[in-house]
DNA sequence: CATGAATGAGAGTTCATTCAT
DNA sequence: GATGAATGAACTCTCATTCAT
């Protein structure tokens, strides 16, 4: 493969994701696809076969740049309280965007039976948060930042009610203060009063 | 409307409804509603003009049929934890059926934005549901048998824990153990330990 | 099925048959037979799925048809020589025709290896040619008429004949004089002169 | 054309001869051959611009090699009986093989009517191997061996009965003991009993 | 010469929707 | 009311053929 073949699938990658933000997973077609990123439609063809296989394309893609939030942007003398009040104002602004999000996409892609679900990229991410997020309850407890005596439990818990959130901002709407409702919840639940 | 009429359109909106369940919400087609009720193609059309419009009919008779859940099979004088109880473990059922539920079939249903989010019907569900769970809460605190300081907010972390639940058992797959150990959390939190 | 849409079938392989007989089997397309029967896209897929499910009915129209052709036409009177060359001029007169003639699609059909061999149309219609043929020239040497003593395999043999004439036509061309040779052979091993 | 040009046609050439004994003619498309073949698209059309013209070439190359037959493997002092079923088993192996033949493709090349008919390979083989035959019958009439007053209507015939058996091969399907059959019935013609 | 990316025509197929009966 | 035949739009996918490099 050379390297303008990678430039293209690379191009094509990037194009359909904006595709994906914009109607989902379920609706989008290679002919959506082949029209956004103004190629022929045998030349699609070329480099996937499927809007399933692109959409994954999408999602490694996705994936190895959202690695980094944690990494990125915090200061290095940060307290437990902030990184997490940080992580949850991420998710806040990521699930308060209406679109610009692959939310619903890889919601909807993954709602057909046949993916595995035991592999996929969600639950991946989902896991790593918990272990992530499970440390810092336990650093902020030792810190006395905390207070919590299920560091899992409530690192789960966390990360349930933001799949909660994220569904609900999908299905039923969500605003700015109910999302800060349920961070100042999870705060509270930690020992620590929001202003 | 005649009887009969009404009859008919009940009788699509059963038989609607399973193909549903079956398929979820996208990739059902008229073509498939007809089929399964046994009518002509343009008899369908007669009742009903879309999907959507089906699906909504379908919705609005299951939160008829749903509206008892905490009214039956609850004894006189169950404890306000046995009913909440109770409650989550009617949910961990109905979120552990891989078939008969419509949950993935509403899930792509409100995907759509044209949907109205405001008013419709699982948000109306949601909203109730937080309600009585607060009022439940409320109860067992004044009975001495929850230990909680934030009624509508504990109440709210457990509908979003739920809806995280739900959306991970069809997007990453869930166990009766990862449910369990979400519900002993949610107790505990209330002061209760579960054997 | 109704009977307008029995008689809509049938107009559907007749007017099919015509395209076979023009363009064989392998390139005929949906397409082709839609446009030819001057009905819509979907309409075709109605009654029919595919190309080949349409040829086999054309086939089986075919053979409905053409069990008659010793039947027919033949005086009762008439010897076994004389019904054999009939048969034999029959046969010479399909040959030759240029179009106005399946032949060359049923070759192309019986060609994909995916259809059963055993079973098939062309099969039978050669089995069955060949007992009747047989039968023929048994009454004819027990009549005095034919010179023989291998009915069987000389029934075959001219079945033979006339499968290599009929491919020959179609592949290497074939004049009327060519088949005639062909068939004074023919008699002439049966002992019959021809002038 | 260089030499090197012409190494890399006749590799074309060869490699696409397995493709036609594969799936005969009709279903070949350039791609299958240029995927065979490893090499470029383009490259293809460098050298032929069709699947014709390429199975001309094929044909040809064929021909060049078929035509000793009769010259090889037939010790000098053989008598015609037994140069006569030496072919005629060859011909039995050649139509009973089903991949490793070209007749299927053959068949299908020249069932297309833009061909000429007249100057083909396969009728120029039909015609030399019918005067073969003759010769070889009059040599055997003269040796004693064989009874014939029509050497060249026999020879017709043998190879009318043989293109009869190829197609059937291809449609209708042929086994070792049916071709074995007619290999009987022809030398019994010729007054041999075989054993 | 050789490559292989790119194009676009065209075949297959499925359905929402209409409409004469 | 009810039927189901008919239409046509939309999508998927495959190749022959060209052309810049």
Redesign the pocket.
Known sequence: ??D??EQ?KKYIIETAREVFMEKGFKTV????IVERC??????L???Y???AQIFLEVLKLESQEADDVFSGNISEDATAAEILLFFLNEQKKELLRKSNTLTKAIYEFYFSEERPKKTNVIKRQFDEGVKIVENLIRVGVENGEFVCDDYKGTARNIFYVLEGLKITAQTMGVTAAMVDAEIAYIMQNLGIELA
């Open positions: 493969m050379s303008k073949s293209k077609t290679m002919k959506d103004n190629i022929s439609r045998g030349g063809y070329l480099y076969e499927s809007t």
